[in-house]
């Protein structure tokens, strides 16, 4: 069984600091996409990765795909209670349409 | 903007009755997913279709049905509900976009079964 493993888990800051979420796992992906979700919501689509050693930003948010497109990071610059949320990474493996999901990190941003 | 619809955003059904939760996108996707997401277990998928009348079944198909008769719509049925199918479910539709798939959400439906 493919597995993606997110950390932290849960994370609690405060306004203002900077986070980074991890997202590895053993497998190699053809692409890699990070989703935000909040409470009672669908998952809503972040961003798409696909070349090893990619970085995308997305305005305080910088996404980074690992050289080797097993792993990637999610780093959130000054970060705001907007951005609370459960945060979601999702491989897809080559040659599947089936969608490897990471464990999630719940951030809460506090003001 | 890619749009999926579900079309209830929370359910109540007892034991025993017949389910219908169905889907709509809006873009002509080809890929359709059903997943249903539960607290510590994460997002699991209960079957996808790749085209119409086309179906797979996915990591946790027991106790469920699809239904792909057009391109736009994917039905899950819960064909006898159980309290244990109690779950968010989320629909969801990919298509080809900038040398990837992207996978695109449905709101999401509440069900709870009684």
């Known amino acids: 069984t493919q597995l993606l493993e997110q950390s932290p888990q849960f994370l609690s800051i405060q306004e203002g600091e900077n986070l980074t979420v991890y997202c590895n796992s053993s497998?190699?992906?053809?692409?890699l996409q990070w989703y935000r979700q909040e409470p009672g919501e669908g998952p809503v689509l972040l961003v798409t990765?696909?070349?090893?050693?990619e970085v995308k930003k997305l305005k305080r948010l910088t996404f980074q795909f690992g050289d080797a497109r097993k792993d990637s990071s999610l780093h959130i610059t000054a970060a705001q209670p907007g951005d609370t949320g459960l945060y979601l990474c999702a491989g897809l493996p080559s040659g599947t349409y089936k969608y490897i999901f990471g464990t999630g990190t719940r951030l809460k941003v506090l003001a | 903007d890619v749009k999926v619809t579900q079309s209830s955003r929370y359910l109540v059904k007892r034991t025993g009755e017949k389910v219908f939760l169905e889907c709509v996108q809006d873009?002509?996707?080809?890929?359709m997913f059903w997943y249903r997401q539960d607290p510590g277990l994460g997002l699991r998928l209960i079957y996808f279709?790749?085209?119409?009348?086309?179906?797979e079944k996915g990591d946790i198909p027991e106790g469920y049905s699809v239904s792909r008769e057009k391109k736009e719509r994917f039905s899950l049925i819960l064909e006898s509900a159980s309290t244990n199918q109690t779950s968010m479910y989320l629909c969801?539709?990919?298509?080809?976009?900038?040398?990837?798939?992207?996978?695109?959400f449905g709101p999401g439906t509440r069900l709870t079964v009684t």
């Open positions: 969801a539709s990919s298509f080809w976009r900038g040398g990837a798939y992207e996978q695109y």
């Open positions: 873009m002509d996707h080809e890929n």
């Open positions: 279709s790749y085209d119409v009348k086309m179906k």
């Open positions: 990765v696909v070349t090893g050693g």
């Open positions: 497998s190699v992906f053809s692409s």
